[in-house]
């Protein structure tokens, strides 16, 4: 049996990691591990995970570089970089297992589901998955997973302000496809409900085309900081 490390980066995260810690207690009670990287949080974020983490980690702050001092300190076979409010569905470690039994297979992601209840989010969440799909890209909110081994061999994720998850992936799919998994896992809608459904989309593809371009992830990081408010 593989184990798997769980790698969760937080920057003032005190409520969501009350509510998701818990969780995941039977995925430590199986044998596996949760790591939770702290970017220098201001609230209780730190004692709150102490409480329900293996190991809480402090670092530089940047989703990136918390998910590389994260896989540092992992001691499983499989790394599975979660964000705080993503939920895995119950069989999500097992899948993982399964479906990395053939050496070829050597990463993935989830499909992704929203939180909220509008109809518009079905098709948001379609074509978020058809895209991963057809373009063998991944992103944060759908629950990437990658051998330890090859993920450090690799140097990890590309220290950058912004799109270290397509960075990565586009790196990862040139070594082998990604394994798509049909089984969802449940992120939160809360950025579209609070910014609008047509802003967020427009925003978010916006970006993902000027870094297709070649636009400094620092430049795209200030621009999505300042657009969402």
Known sequence: MKRISIIIPVLNECAALQQHLPLLQGVREAGHEVIVVDGGSRDNSEIVAAEMADYVIKSEAGRARQMNVGAEMAQGDVLLFLHIDTVLPSDALPVIQENLQPMTTVWGRFDVR????????????????????????????????????????????????????????????????????????????????????????????????????????????????????
Not at 207 to 228: E, F, N, T
């Open 114 to 229: 929203l939180s909220g209840s509008r109809k518009v989010f079905r098709f948001i969440e379609y074509f978020i998955n058809l895209r991963s799909r057809v373009s063998g890209v991944a992103t944060g909110d759908q629950a990437i997973f990658v051998r330890s081994a090859l993920f450090r061999e690799l140097g990890g994720f590309p220290e950058i302000s912004l799109m270290e998850d397509v960075a990565l992936s586009k790196t990862l799919r040139r070594i082998a496809a990604p394994v798509c998994l049909r089984e969802t896992v449940t992120t939160s809608s809360r950025r579209w409900e609070q910014h609008g459904v047509a802003r967020t989309i427009l925003l978010m593809w916006w970006l993902r085309l000027l870094y297709w371009c070649g636009v400094a992830p620092q430049k795209l990081h200030d621009m999505y900081i300042r657009r969402k408010r």
